[in-house]
């Protein structure tokens, strides 16, 4: 069964401490892995799409990985804006013509100043 | 541009009755995914939409139904409403048909069950 597994399920950090979120995935036979951002009351905010081991991608102080099993969501230098709950979803190939998502629970990050 | 348009925002209804939900699409957007979000659980998949047909369903009980109209837009049903039901619903729009990535999601549809 696809599933999706983020840790941990909440991180404190002062502003300006580095810290990596992870996402461990199974699934038989990737499509793509999306992270997500969502603020309380708001829908989930699109950052990124890793589609093969070894890919990485940045914005700003974001940077996420992939490998066969997992991706990371790397932080460099938080600021408070950046707390927010950040989700992880795979697509499967398994799924045919379809745009199915399978969401990890999140990580709640919150940056104190 | 306009994003993803959910409506209405906050719904409360009493256990037993029926609720139906709007989703409009980013336009041109042909793809239109619903995802129940709570606590607990998290997002999880209801069904998608893609020309009008379902293309795709989640593991959720026929009293969850939607459908697609020719200009995209969605609807979704919930029918004989239980306290369980009470989530965040969401709707995620995608233009292309399949592996597009970049979802976007609407601020979602608040029900609250009583």
């Known amino acids: 069964e696809d599933q999706v597994t983020q840790s941990p399920e909440a991180l404190r950090l002062q502003e300006g401490e580095s810290s990596s979120l992870n996402c461990s995935y199974t699934?038989?036979?990737?499509?793509?892995l999306f992270w997500y951002r969502q603020d309380p009351g708001k829908g989930p905010e699109f950052l990124f799409t890793?589609?093969?081991a070894g890919e990485e991608k940045e914005k700003e102080r974001l940077k996420a990985t992939l490998t066969k099993k997992e991706s990371f969501l790397h932080i460099t230098a938080p600021k408070p804006e950046d707390s927010a709950t950040y989700l992880c979803?795979?697509?499967?190939?398994?799924?045919?013509?379809?745009?199915?998502?399978?969401f990890g629970t999140g990580t709640l990050l919150a940056v104190q100043p | 541009k306009a994003g993803v348009t959910q409506t209405p925002r906050y719904l409360i209804k009493t256990r037993g009755q029926q609720v139906t939900l709007s989703c409009s699409p980013i336009?041109?957007?042909?793809?239109v995914s619903w995802y129940q979000q709570t606590p607990g659980q998290g997002l999880q998949f209801l069904f998608e939409?893609?020309?009008?047909?379902?293309?795709n369903k989640g593991n959720f009980p026929g009293r969850f139904s939607g459908r697609q109209f020719s200009n995209s837009r969605s609807e979704m049903n919930v029918s004989t409403l239980e306290l369980g039901d009470s989530a965040l619903y969401l709707c995620?729009?995608?233009?292309?048909?399949?592996?597009?990535?970049?979802?976007?999601f609407g601020s979602g549809t608040r029900l609250t069950v009583v």
């Open positions: 995620a729009s995608s233009p292309a048909g399949t592996g597009s990535g970049g979802y976007t």
């Open positions: 699934v038989s036979g990737l499509r793509g």
């Open positions: 890793l589609y093969s």
């Open positions: 979803a795979v697509q499967a190939k398994n799924g045919g013509a379809t745009n199915k998502l399978i």
């Open positions: 336009s041109g957007h042909r793809s």
């Open positions: 939409y893609f020309s009008e047909t379902q293309r």
